[in-house]
Each structure stands twice: as structure tokens, then as C-alpha cells.
């Protein structure tokens, strides 16, 4: 139906209309807020400087992670083998370093340049594989990603062979586990990686085609945009992303296992989509997703300050995604009749 | 043709005086229609004439309507689509809703199956029914286990048939269902129908094929603009021609220009061919379909709908790939893996439906600059380039709202149309193809449109024009070419033409 839209709406209306709109992006920063008053009265260790440094430090792996996965959210795909590229990756830097003579795996010492660039390499071929896959075969983002979670996991089960590694290259030891001027390197680099992607995506062109092929994917073929090899390279950018984490990820733990990075995958999603960038492409960004990692820092951190039962935060974790699912969904909604009338 | 009406039985279904509006256009005005039993009822007219606001009314899926209907000589009304079914009245639509995965069977009972002990579905209950039921219809030799997409779209289309009937239709209403048929299909769905009216069934038959509904139907009504203009007997004095007649208006009050005005095509013959294809197909859709667009005309493509003609649109921009034939862009043959390949040939299209070629959430600007960006930037966005571009094409096009930061989905259609067209005059293309591209819009936002189509031609585009809507292709065209199921079957070039004559081919 083609109702033309009257001109002169009356201000309460244009105002409701306004927060209907950005939902999206406030729901996720009163949640913030909500969650820091409230454990602020809850507990007096939490409204800390300390603190605070604890929530960047505990949120930093994650928060690279989001990153690269905001980009393919944004497209309406999805990525589930990022926390397993992120422990594959950091695997192979442990693996190509000296470790120490305890330590039972038949590893091959390389300078530490080559561990790493070992490493990038195996998370950009990942990656190019969960490209391929879904662009070329057409398998879908969530079957091929849970295939790659798979293999990811399988390359780290034959590298450590259920042992532990230690030492990785002392570049990524300085990253991941050095402080700069009291800040952590690690809360340094996610800055940055979450800046870096918040300005290709805000102003360049590929970032305005990733809006683009999320919004309305056939719209965006109509117009010429080349949206398999937008798909390819946002699921790359995703693995290498996951990759930097992984390794940064060993540094801070002080070891490389297996599944030492399976909570992670939830972690990322949870950030993203909390933030509230829009699960059906096209909406949301690297600021919702910087919410979305304070959300869950905040939540994570305060539940471990207030006295509570620790098989209970699990629930409440959960519980929050839910909230903020419905949120999501019901903001996509609320958008709809807008384009439904005009179309 | 033997028709088992009598005159003195009231008619099985009866409506009189059925108004319906919507939002202030109103789709149809005091009409009043009845079908007797035993009856094939053929419905013609013109897209938007009201024949499909009708038939939903009968079906139940409109409910707000005035007037009365009267089914045996009782008056109903009803509430929902399922009301309709429980009183006898059966819609098979265009666009058929069958399951083609699902076993033949299954697609017959679909929603209905038969229930064994435990409520499991009673599995060989329903073969046995299936195949009674198909046999009814004269269909013996169906494999009723075999999943549905394995029959050709005729049998789908008559399992569908068999489906409405089990659910205890009396009333059947086909709408268009000849288009996607082959003769010998169209022969045997004329037999299944045939029989169901000697069984006394009614059908209501929808169709745009002339043809198919005067070898059918025992009545004929035409509807225009909304009103009845006639029913009747069909006799042998009743032919195409006749019905063309009634169909636009000649020699009627309400006689329009456009309709019977004569159009004097010239194209140009020594222009450059920007593209051109060559016994092209594609699957079921089309066939050997050879044709030119010279660089600086408009080239019409009129159909029916299901003609084929939405297929070879999207073949032409790479969307599909055909099964067939040649396609030469600027003289070089070329295999369009992708739209962004059509793309990099320089070819454009614009869908008709808005919804997919347009960002509802985006703002105005961020539309009209999608296809130049690779232009603009190599890296880093312009906005500021794309808002001005975007604005001096929201004022050379009349758009409302003139703020290039509103975003698209609050604008009217044809509005959203216009910023769909302003894409290509930064872009310039050498082909353009447009499918439907004045489809809903008012009559002033269709002549900017045609304005902006005209201008984009005088700068040397090459346009491909392809529309169900003969006003469109009248309007726009240079050289006119009909499809009829999947083949050109007429070219109009450097003559006179006129409505009639276009619907006369098709």
C-alpha cells in the first residue's frame, strides 16, 4: 500500500517514533548503567579504579573477538568457530616456540617472528576456508562455521595431544600479559582493534557496502555490490581477529590448551548482539558492540564481587542474553511497519 | 456449448450491490455477479480492475465490504478465509500453495490428512484416498507416492485442484490458472472442469487469455475500473474482439484516449545494438528469445503475467544464467556469472519489486549513492559528495521529503521509485532494464518517472522496458515487443499502435 506519510506528525509522536527507532542502541546503555548503580550500592570493592582495570583486562580477549564478529552480524551471517580459530591460532604460537623441557610435546622451535606469523597464517587460511565454503559452495554461515569449529578444535587436539603449553613468542608475551603505564598492552591492542573496526566500518566504502548487504542483500546485488566477496572477506576479518585473541589470549593465561577458549564463542555473541546490533544484518555497529562488552564485563565482574552462588551466575548470564534477544527482535519489529507501508 | 443452468433455481452464489474501498480508491463500485450451479464462470479485465478484490470478497479474505452476498438464497458473511471453505467456496491461486517436496498424496490432504488410532497420520488410508480422488478427476496414472515437484507444473496445479475440492468446495475459483500451461495442459485441466461442472460444481475462471476463456466458460462477465460492465451467454457471437472492446471502453461513455489513441512508434535503426541476445532460454520461462536494444531507445517488452518476460530480465543482469543461446553486450559475447559482472559490462537493473532494490532503514542519500561508490571512493566514503549528488537529484525529481538524511522506508512508493531511478543518472549505464517501472503509482508520480526514463534514453542509454501494464509499455516505448509464454510472438517497430492491439497479440 502506498499511504504517503502525513508531513506534519505531531511532536509527541515524532518523539515516540525517535525512540522507537533507536531502541536498539539505548536499551544496551540503560542495562549499563542499570548494572553499575546497581552493583555499586551492592558491593563497595566494585566501584573501584582497580576495578575497573580488572572489567578492560577481563573483557579485552572477548572484545577483539566482537570485533571481528560485529562484521559478520552486520552482514546477517553468522560466525560459531571463533573461539576455536582463537585457540587453534594460539596453539600453533605456543607450538613453533621453545617451550620448556617438561613440557611433553614435539614442537618445533622457531624465532619468535615466525611463531607468529605461523600463526596468522593458520587462522587467515581458517578463515578462507569458512570464506569459500560459504561463498563459493553456498553452504550456510551457521553449518560451515560449526563445521570449522570442529576442525579448529581437531588442529588443536593433534598439536598439544591433551598436554600444556607455556612459552610463546615475547612479543605476544608483552602484549598479552605486559603493562604499559599501568595499562595493560592487552586492553591497548583490543582498544584499538575495536577503534580500527569501528572506522572501516563508519567510513569506508567496504564498510558501507557490509551495512549494505546486511540491510537488504538483494538490493545490494541489484546495485552491483559484490556481496560474495563482502561475505568472504568479513568472515576472514573474523578469523583473524579471532586469531590476534587466541595468541594474545595464551599470554594472558600463561598457558596453551585444548577448549580453553569454548566459553568464548558465547562471550562474543553475547556482546554483540547485547549491544544490540541486529541479528537480521544491517543495523548496530562497533559502539554497540563496546556497550555490549561493558554489559557483560560488568555483569561478570559484579556477580563475582556480591556474595551469590557461582552455579547461579551461570543462569542469570543466560537469563541477560534471553533479555536482551527480546530486545532485539522487538526492536526489528518495531521498525517494520515502516518499510511494510511504504513498500 | 451445453449449459445446465435453469432459469427459475436461484442461483448457488449471489452477491449484489459490492462496494470496497481502499484507503479512499475505491476497487469496486455496485457490482452485482451470480453464479449458477453447474456453471463456468469466466472473469476478464484489465490489472486493477477489481476481479481479484471480488473473488476475495467470495473467498473471505477481504471482510469489510458493502452489499450483500447469498449463498443458496441465504445470506452470509463472512469472517475468514476458513468461513468461506466451511460454506463451500475453494480459491486455487496463481501462485500455487503446494508442498513440493511432499509426496503427491500428502500435497491432495495437506492440512487435513486422515487420522488413524493415536492420531497418526493413517499412511496407506491415504494413498487409497489420494488415488480415488485423482481418479475422480480423470487422473489415473499419477504416482501418488512420488513427491510433488516430479509432475510438470499442470498436474501441481490440477493436485491443487483436488485438494479444494476434497475440502468439499462447490464454488471453485481458479485465478489465472492457464499461464504457465502447455496446450495439452491447458486441454486437460478444460476436461477436469468439464467434468466438475457435470458433477454440479460451479467455477469462477480467471483469466487473461481470451482464448482459454471462451473454449471454456459458459458465462462471461468484464469488468472496468471497478464496475461490472457486462455479463453474458457465451454464443458464437461472442469473440476476442468483442471482448477487447468491452475490456477498454470503445464506444462507451467512459471512452479514454490512451486506450484506443493510436501510438506512432519510430525507433532508431542506425543506432548502435548496446546489447542484444540470441535464441536465448531459460528453463520452462522462455524460449529462443532474439532481440536488439539499440543504444538511445526504449524497447518495450509487454506480457502476462508469467509470460517469461520477469525471467529475461533478470537474465539480461546476470541474476540467472540461461540454459541457452547468446548474449552480446556492445558487440562481444559475454557469460554474466554475476550481477557484478552485468555490472562491469555497464548493464543495470531495477526490479519491480521496491522492496528489493532499496534500503528501507538507510537515508536517502545512502541509496542513491550505493551504485557509484566504486566511482566516488576508492577507500574512504565521501559524504559529503553523496549527499549533494543525492540532493540535486531529490530536487531535479520533485522527491518529497527533500532531506536527504530521511530515511527511505517513510517515503510514498512512487517516491521510492523516483530515488530507485535517480541510482542511474549518476551512474549512466549503456543498458538499463526496468521491470514494471511504474507499477503503483499515481498518475503524476508515473509521469515523472516516464520524464526521467525519456531523459535517460536522450543521453544514449539503451532501456529495456518490461511490463504487464500495456499503459506502461505504450508510454515509454519506442519499438514494443509482445511475449506470449515464453516467446516473442509479435514486433511492433515505426508503426501505429494502440491498446487494443497489443492485447490482441498477447
Known amino acids: 500500500m502506498c499511504a504517503s506519510r502525513v508531513e506534519t506528525a505531531p511532536s509527541f509522536g515524532r518523539l515516540k517514533q525517535w525512540f522507537r527507532g533507536q531502541l536498539r542502541n539505548i536499551a544496551p546503555f540503560l542495562t549499563l548503567l542499570f548494572l553499575v548503580v546497581f552493583f555499586g550500592f551492592a558491593s563497595p570493592s566494585f566501584a573501584t579504579m582497580d576495578n575497573l582495570g580488572n572489567i578492560l583486562s577481563q573483557v579485552s580477549v572477548t572484545g577483539i573477538i566482537a570485533a571481528g564478529l560485529t562484521f559478520v552480524i552486520l552482514t546477517a551471517e553468522i560466525d560459531l568457530s571463533v573461539g576455536s580459530v582463537a585457540n587453534a591460532t594460539g596453539i600453533v604460537a605456543a607450538f613453533f616456540t621453545l617451550q620448556a623441557t617438561s613440557v611433553n610435546i614435539a614442537n618445533i622451535a622457531l624465532p619468535g617472528w615466525a611463531a607468529i606469523v605461523l600463526a596468522l597464517g593458520s587462522c587467515l587460511s581458517l578463515g578462507l576456508v569458512n570464506a569459500l565454503g560459504i561463498t563459493r559452495i553456498g553452504i550456510p554461515s551457521f553449518i560451515m562455521t560449526l563445521a570449522m569449529l570442529q576442525i579448529g578444535n581437531g588442529v588443536c587436539a593433534m598439536l598439544v595431544r591433551g598436554q600444556i603449553a607455556y612459552s610463546v613468542p615475547p612479543l605476544i608475551l608483552t602484549l598479552g600479559s605486559k603493562s604499559i603505564g599501568g595499562v595493560p598492552w592487552l586492553v591497548i591492542v583490543a582498544a584499538l582493534t575495536l577503534f580500527a573496526g569501528h572506522i572501516v566500518l563508519a567510513y569506508t566504502r567496504f564498510g558501507r557496502y557490509v551495512y549494505m548487504v546486511g540491510g537488504n542483500r538483494e538490493a545490494a546485488e541489484y546495485s552491483g555490490v559484490n556481496i560474495r566477496l563482502i561475505i568472504a572477506a568479513v568472515m576472514i576479518i573474523s578469523a583473524m581477529c579471532s586469531g590476534v585473541a587466541g595468541m594474545l589470549g595464551v599470554a594472558y593465561f600463561g598457558s596453551a590448551q585444548q577448549n580453553e577458549f569454548d566459553s568464548y564463542l558465547l562471550d562474543a555473541i553475547s556482546a554483540v548482539v547485547v549491544g544490540g546490533t541486529s541479528l537480521f544484518g544491517g543495523r548496530g555497529g562497533m559502539g554497540n558492540t563496546v556497550v555490549g562488552l561493558f554489559v557483560l564485563g560488568v555483569l561478570n565482574n559484579g556477580l563475582d564481587q556480591i556474595n551469590i552462588d557461582s552455579f547461579l551466575k551461570i543462569l542469570i548470564r543466560g537469563l541477560i542474553l534471553l533479555g536482551a534477544l527480546i530486545i532485539n527482535v522487538y526492536a526489528e519489529r518495531l521498525r517494520a511497519p515502516d518499510s511494510t507501508a511504504a513498500a | ?200 460444481k460451479s467455477i469462477i475462471f480467471i483469466s487473461h487469455f481470451l482464448n482459454d476463456v471462451l473454449s471454456v466458460s459458459d458465462t462471461l462477465t468484464i469488468f472496468r475500473n471497478g464496475r461490472k460492465i457486462v455479463t453474458t451467454k457465451v454464443t458464437r457471437e461472442i469473440d476476442k474482439g468483442w471482448i477487447i472492446k468491452r475490456m477498454i471502453g470503445i464506444g462507451h461513455e467512459e471512452l479514454e484516449e490512451s486506450y484506443t489513441g493510436e501510438i506512432q512508434l519510430s525507433s532508431r535503426q542506425d543506432a548502435p545494438v548496446a546489447l542484444e541476445t540470441e535464441k536465448m532460454s531459460f528453463g520452462h520461462a522462455y524460449h529462443d528469445v532474439s532481440l536488439r536494444i539499440r543504444a538511445g531507445e526504449v524497447l518495450g517488452v509487454y506480457g502476462f503475467m508469467g509470460c517469461g518476460q520477469l525471467e529475461l530480465a533478470r537474465t539480461l543482469f546476470g541474476k540467472l544464467q540461461p540454459t541457452g543461446g547468446t548474449l552480446r553486450i556492445g558487440g562481444q559475447a559475454v557469460r554474466l556469472r554475476s550481477t557484478a559482472a552485468a555490472w562491469r ?42 549527499r549533494e ?40 549505464p549503456k543498458v538499463l532494464i526496468l521491470s514494471e517501472p511504474t507499477r503503483g503509482m499515481d498518475v503524476g508520480a508515473k509521469q515523472d518517472v516516464v520524464r526521467i526514463i525519456r531523459g535517460l534514453r536522450d543521453q544514449g542509454m539503451g532501456i529495456l522496458v518490461v511490463s504487464t501494464e500495456p499503459e506502461t509499455v505504450l508510454a515509454l516505448a519506442d519499438r514494443v515487443l509482445v511475449m506470449k509464454k515464453g516467446s516473442i510472438a509479435r514486433e511492433f517497430a515505426n508503426e501505429a499502435i494502440s491498446k487494443d492491439r497489443l492485447l490482441g497479440e498477447a
Open chain 2, 345 to 386: 559490462t555497464g548493464v543495470a537493473f531495477v526490479p519491480e519489486s521496491r522492496r528489493s532494490m532499496l534500503f528501507a532503514h538507510e537515508p536517502i542519500y545512502k541509496n542513491v549513492s550505493i551504485s557509484i561508490l566504486g566511482r566516488l571512493s576508492r577507500l574512504w566514503l565521501k559524504p559529503a559528495r553523496e
Open chain 2, 1 to 200: 456449448m451445453v449449459t445446465s443452468t435453469s432459469g427459475a433455481a436461484p442461483p448457488l452464489l449471489e452477491l449484489s450491490g459490492i462496494s470496497k474501498s481502499f484507503g479512499g480508491v475505491e476497487a469496486l463500485r455496485d457490482v452485482d455477479f451470480s453464479v449458477a450451479a453447474g456453471e463456468i464462470h469466466g472473469l476478464v479485465g484489465e490489472n486493477g480492475t477489481g476481479k481479484s478484490t471480488l473473488m476475495k470478497i467470495i473467498a473471505g479474505v477481504h471482510t469489510e465490504y458493502r452489499g450483500t452476498m447469498r449463498i443458496d438464497g441465504t445470506e452470509v458473511r463472512f469472517r475468514s478465509a476458513r468461513d468461506a471453505l466451511a460454506a463451500g467456496i475453494g480459491m486455487v491461486h496463481q501462485e500455487l500453495s503446494v508442498v513440493p517436496d511432499l509426496s503427491v498424496a500428502e500435497n491432495v490432504f495437506l492440512g487435513m490428512q486422515p487420522l488413524g488410532r493415536l492420531g497418526f497420520i493413517d499412511w496407506r488410508g491415504l494413498v487409497r484416498s489420494a488415488r480415488a480422488q485423482l481418479r475422480n478427476l480423470g487422473l489415473d496414472e499419477v504416482d501418488v507416492r512420488a513427491p510433488l515437484r516430479s509432475l510438470p507444473i499442470g498436474m501441481q496445479q490440477l493436485v491443487e485442484v483436488s485438494r479444494v475440492l476434497y475440502s468439499g468446495a462447490r464454488i471453485i475459483i481458479l485465478d489465472e490458472p492457464t499461464s504457465a500451461l502447455s496446450p495439452p495442459e491447458i486441454e486437460r485441466l478444460f476436461d477436469v472442469l468439464r467434468r466438475l461442472r457435470a458433477s454440479g
Open chain 2, 389 to 428: 549528488i543525492a540532493s540535486r537529484h531529490v530536487k531535479s525529481l520533485s522527491i518529497r521529503p527533500t532531506s536527504v538524511e530521511v530515511p527511505l522506508g517513510s517515503l510514498s512508493g512512487g517516491n521510492q521509485q523516483k530515488v530507485a531511478l535517480a541510482k542511474w543518472l549518476t551512474h549512466d
